[in-house]
């Protein structure tokens, strides 16, 4: 069974820009997070969704956005970048809500 | 690869020495407990999880170690590897939050 894929793997944008990422689940997988990965403060969660419904929001400002489709595939995006957005974006699978999840290799999204 | 980590902790160890990595959390009431490792250019990846009725669990070659006195968690890795050598997270969550809080991490180094 293939794993969670994202992509793009690797984004430059300037500031002011925005940005769409996607996520791919697992197959059979209903739910999907995105957690934004930073040197400075680590893992932080930004979103779940599961069927289509964003569930859960993490303290991230309305700059974030976040789309699930009904074949269970994720889009989460950035609009005016920021310098501070610079960071490795993850996807997380599960079959349901208050499951493991199944991280995907990131989105490495720099801002210049 | 990918560096997730440009300022955290360390721990180097021999190849076939034990391993143990520690994680203090802050929230009391969390009840659920995991462990993830992140190799370079990798997503982060389940280990091993405990909930808070445990003080102990064993998997492969790795232990996690539970005092809810201090609010202390620990991985044992058993005969490490340089395949072990990766970034390592806890992660704590609140009964009713499907929201996982990540701590910094340790990055542990294996040589052969």
């Known amino acids: 069974k293939a794993g969670v894929t994202q992509t793009p793997r690797y984004l430059i944008k300037t500031r002011g820009q925005q940005v769409t990422l996607s996520c791919s689940p697992i197959?059979?997988?209903?739910?999907v997070s995105w957690y934004q990965q930073t040197p400075g403060q680590g893992l932080q969660f930004l979103f779940e969704?599961?069927?289509?419904?964003?569930?859960n929001k993490g303290n991230f400002p309305g700059r974030f956005s976040g789309r699930q489709f009904s074949n269970s595939r994720s889009e989460m995006n950035v609009s005016t970048l920021e310098l501070g957005d610079s960071a490795l974006y993850l996807c997380?699978?599960?079959?349901?809500?208050?499951?493991?999840?199944?991280f995907g290799p990131g989105t490495r999204l720099t801002v210049l | 690869g990918e560096s997730v980590g440009l300022h955290l902790p360390t721990l180097s160890v021999q190849e076939g020495d034990n391993s143990i990595i520690n994680c203090a959390y802050s929230?009391?009431?969390?009840?659920?407990f995991i462990w993830y490792k992140q190799e370079s250019g990798k997503g982060p990846q389940f280990i091993i999880d405990i909930r808070s009725n445990m003080d102990k669990r064993q998997g492969q070659r790795v232990t996690v170690l539970l005092n809810k006195t201090v609010k202390h968690l620990s991985l044992q890795i058993a005969a490490t590897q340089p395949g072990d050598s990766a970034v390592y997270f806890c992660?704590?969550?609140?009964?009713?939050?499907?929201?996982?809080?990540f701590g910094r991490g340790t990055s542990l180094i294996v040589h052969p």
């Open positions: 197959s059979g997988h209903r739910s």
């Open positions: 929230n009391s009431a969390s009840d659920y």
């Open positions: 992660a704590e969550r609140t009964g009713g939050s499907y929201i996982p809080t």
């Open positions: 997380a699978s599960s079959p349901g809500l208050n499951n493991e999840q199944f």
């Open positions: 969704y599961f069927s289509e419904t964003q569930r």
